[in-house]
């Protein structure tokens, strides 16, 4: 395992930092041969990624968790109430987990942690004077609940054949296809709005709530004023006029709010019994919640590479200056 301290100017402020420089995608990067993409897209998938867990997740929703669509032609509490169930014993299990496993109990102590502070408790800049329950309340009463309302929204567009939706039987190649096509729209949505986000009035309205949280945890990645969510969630609303199958969405949101679990845990890779199993934290969006003016995407397509707000780790971009920091 590289710890990669050696490469950083700022290794005094992180207990972990991976091998640095980061990186982006290779996507538009020109010239990039075929291999560095290919090379990228079984990295994202394979052998057991984030990326693979929600597909699973989301196939798993569609055939077991999800109402039958006949049901959904119209809009009832009995059917929309499954979804939200749904919704809130996924975010529970998830972000409830790690928050226990890595923070309650401590299970792998500070190994792959990020940032040295386990937390920010008990500060006053937090509803009720506390980060995890500030946490839970943004992302369980509002979070949760517009989730299922997009979710319950497309469902119905699905069940009262609104919108261009196919089965795998109908064209396997574009089905398959839009699942590697997916994390590449959520990540190009996210820069958009979150650079949007940061423009001063809609900060000071709503995405100060989420940036409360310098030191992240499990439960901070959907911490956010409502308004914040609805921007961030209207992206699954794509998947009306574009054709699709159900599952399709039910990954991209998954990936997106789910994935947003993981990537602020603070660490860098679950470990369990001294053996890391599964890769967690995104230090790419680390460095955004410390130094708020940088990495305003992912590292999927590099939007930031493009605008000048990318940071590696070792270099801070151009836009990044000490007076607007």
């Not at 079984?42 to 039958?68: D, G, K, N």
């Not at 998947?239 to 039910?250: E, G, M, Q, R």
Request: aromatic residues 16%; proline residues 6%.
């Amino acid at each position: 395992m590289t710890v990669g301290k050696q490469n950083s100017p700022q290794k005094s402020m992180w207990a972990f930092i991976p091998p640095l420089p980061l990186n982006t995608s290779p996507y538009f990067r020109f010239p990039s041969a075929i291999a560095e993409w290919i090379s990228w897209l079984l990295r994202s998938w394979l052998p057991l990624t984030e990326r693979l867990v929600f597909f699973t997740l989301a196939w798993a929703s569609w055939v077991w968790l999800t109402p039958r669509l006949e049901t959904g032609a119209s809009i009832s509490l009995s059917w929309v109430s499954i979804v939200w169930a749904k919704n809130v014993g996924l975010m529970l299990a998830l972000a409830g987990g790690l928050h226990l496993y890595l923070y309650r109990w401590s299970s792998q102590g500070k190994t792959l942690k990020f940032d040295a502070s386990m937390a920010n408790k008990d500060a006053k800049r937090f509803t009720f004077g506390n980060q995890v329950y500030d946490n839970m309340f943004w992302t369980l009463f509002s979070g949760v609940t517009i989730w299922t309302g997009f979710e319950v929204l497309l469902l119905w567009a699905k069940a009262n054949d609104i919108g261009y939706w196919f089965s795998f039987s109908d064209n396997p190649i574009l089905f398959i296809g839009l699942f590697i096509v997916i994390p590449s729209w959520n990540s190009l949505w996210f820069f958009c709005i979150h650079r949007a986000l940061h423009w001063p009035p809609l900060y000071r309205i709503a995405h100060h709530v989420h940036h409360r949280n310098v030191s992240v945890g499990p439960w901070s990645g959907n911490a956010m004023h409502p308004l914040e969510h609805l921007i961030w969630m209207a992206g699954a609303l794509i998947y009306i006029p574009v054709a699709c199958h159900p599952v399709h969405f039910l990954f991209s949101q998954q990936l997106s709010i789910l994935g947003a679990v993981t990537s602020h845990s603070g660490y860098d890779g679950l470990v369990i019994k001294g053996k890391r199993i599964l890769r967690l934290g995104d230090f790419f969006h680390q460095l955004h919640h410390r130094f708020y003016e940088c990495n305003y995407g992912t590292a999927e397509i590099g939007m930031d590479r493009l605008h000048n707000s990318f940071h590696d780790g070792q270099t801070p971009p151009a836009s990044l200056t000490k007076a607007r920091k």
